[in-house]
């Protein structure tokens, strides 16, 4: 099993970036596929993006297409998400999870997670 440690959320205005990191540690991290996930108040938690076990294949919610971009780094055991033109509807508790082998688009796929960094979004 691996433990997820998510970094670098924050405040930011509109417009702005922010990069999250996941670093990952107790596993073997190039045999997980990686994904994004976040929850605003009141609503229940969405796909963000995902990346295979390689990088090589990754995928995105249509509200992110474009704005954000997952990356890994299999050497440094951390998988990152590139937040670009931030709006406030992305304001949420954004988490990291590892799936066992695959590329998943929904949490129930997913075998560990991390404890959550808050992205605060201001108009």
């Known amino acids: 099993q691996v433990q997820l440690v998510e970094s670098g959320g924050g405040l930011v205005q509109a417009g702005g970036s922010l990069r999250l990191s996941c670093a990952a540690s107790g596993g073997t991290f190039s045999l997980y596929a990686m994904g994004w996930f976040r929850q605003a108040p009141g609503k229940e938690r969405e796909f963000v993006s995902t990346?295979?076990?390689?990088?090589?294949?990754?995928y995105y919610a249509d509200s992110v297409k474009g704005r954000f971009t997952i990356s890994r780094d299999n050497a440094k055991n951390t998988v990152y998400l590139q937040m670009n033109s931030l709006k406030p509807e992305d304001t949420a508790v954004y988490y990291c999870a590892a799936n066992w082998l695959n590329t998943a688009t929904t949490s129930g796929e997913y075998d560990q997670w991390g404890q959550g960094t808050q992205v605060t979004v201001s108009s």
């Open positions: 990346i295979s076990r390689n990088g090589g294949s990754t």
